[in-house]
């Protein structure tokens, strides 16, 4: 194990950097806070030939100094590749460990049972904050090295971990204004969490349709209660305004394109409710149920619905034969790690996976021409922050790209979440 501090050591690790694959374990100075509300502790890096180094930026045991990380050809497999993108390091030809044991083994690493031997004590005593700095070196690297020991080097490529994460990790970069005393008042617990007015979600694709979870310090930001004021206590910057999309009969409209059926272009819930004669509000939550539990007796007489009842038997019969479904981007959901699986449970999972897919395609189109201004993303809506003089050029391109493929959006916007 060598602790970097001398010129020479820095020589000798700088060529290994450049030579061989490694493995890499990323500390936080706060163990708690989002990685763009803390600083990198210091960095343990394994290589192929079992030579290991710490790296410290922010530790009371080292000296810290800044290291200058070039650009290297050689893969690395780490750990919390999101928060590593979002520390700005220049590490580059990086693999997440959580993603390729999530989606090889449905198994979440979860570092807690490790690092409780460090935390313990200091919790025991009323200590929370900065322990990734505060902790003795010598007592992390034992824990580190349990924890990365079984890591090999052999690369397993990803579509959640080539695309989907540094998507994510651009979002959020952002943060989202908030209402510091109102924030406060409602969540307590997670001042701490606070930067500022700016608070920082945290979304989560190990999830078994990769569909992501986005919670961070004790906040559910994918869901915030729309009936009461919880809303209101998410803003704009100054300057700006919510612009916010999202779209028509989202769900209803990919499964028509999964089953090849030409929806209306005009409102699908009207449509549908034509043909259950009931009103608008009424046939939601009659599609839902049949979406989502399976198509009834009562409903198969309806062609769009005889169509996809045809579409989940044969998809299930497919998948019972080879134990799995598959993305249209190769991202494999096993029977076998469905709890009570049935037919419409499968269509459901591909159909959430299918809509992740759809949305990380748009959302990188939007990057891609320089449009990064988004700061929250639930599932079929976006909020973005828009220039209150700006002119409507960017929303117009913005609601191009979300349309892009073939499914149409409104956009509302307004001063606070509660009003767009």
């Not at 134990?323 to 469905?338: A, C, D, P, S």
């Amino acid at each position: 194990m060598i602790i970097i501090e001398l010129e020479n050591e820095v020589d000798d690790f700088m060529q290994k950097w450049s030579l061989q694959p490694s493995v890499i374990y990323p500390v936080w100075a706060d163990l708690e806070l989002h990685p763009l509300n803390t600083d990198v502790s210091f960095l343990y890096i394994r290589f192929e030939d079992s030579i290991d180094y710490i790296l410290p930026f922010n530790h009371n045991d080292c000296i810290s100094r800044k290291f200058d990380l070039p650009e290297s050809t050689q893969p690395k497999k780490v750990y919390y590749k999101k928060g590593l993108l979002q520390a700005n390091l220049g590490i580059t030809n990086m693999y997440d460990v959580q993603t390729e044991l999530y989606f090889k083994d449905a198994h979440i690493f979860d570092p807690e049972p490790h690092i409780s031997r460090l935390t313990t004590f200091y919790h025991r005593l009323g200590v929370h904050d900065d322990l990734g700095k505060i902790i003795p070196i010598m007592r992390w690297i034992e824990v580190i090295q349990d924890i990365t020991k079984d890591i090999d080097f052999t690369i397993h490529h990803n579509w959640v971990d080539d695309t989907m994460i540094p998507i994510l990790s651009d979002v959020e970069r952002n943060g989202i204004r908030v209402g510091r005393k109102p924030f406060i008042d409602k969540w307590p617990n997670s001042k701490k969490h606070l930067n500022g007015d700016v608070i920082y979600t945290e979304y989560n694709p190990h999830t078994a349709t990769s569909r992501p979870s986005n919670r961070h310090g004790g906040v559910n930001y994918a869901a915030l209660n729309k009936n009461d004021e919880t809303r209101d206590i998410f803003i704009p910057r100054d300057g700006t305004i919510f612009l916010h999309f999202d779209y028509d009969a989202y769900h209803v409209r990919i499964i028509g394109k999964m089953i090849g059926y030409e929806l209306p272009t005009t409102s699908v819930h009207q449509w549908l409710a034509d043909q259950y004669g009931c009103t608008y509000k009424e046939s939601k939550p009659i599609t839902f149920k049949i979406l989502y539990g399976g198509v009834t007796e009562e409903h198969i007489h309806i062609p769009f619905f005889k169509q996809v009842d045809d579409y989940i038997n044969s998809l299930y019969t497919e998948a019972q034969k080879v134990g799995y479904v598959e993305t249209q981007n190769k991202q494999r959901i096993y029977l076998n790690r469905i709890e009570k699986v049935s037919p419409a449970k499968i269509f459901n999972y591909l159909l959430q996976a299918t809509e992740t897919e759809l949305n990380m395609d748009v959302i990188s189109k939007l990057y891609n021409i320089g449009i990064n201004s988004m700061v929250l993303y639930v599932y079929d809506s976006f909020l973005f922050e828009y220039g209150a003089t700006e002119n409507t050029n960017n929303a117009i391109k913005i609601k191009e790209i979300l349309e892009s493929n073939g499914f149409p959006v409104k956009a509302t916007w307004g001063s606070s979440y509660a009003k767009v």
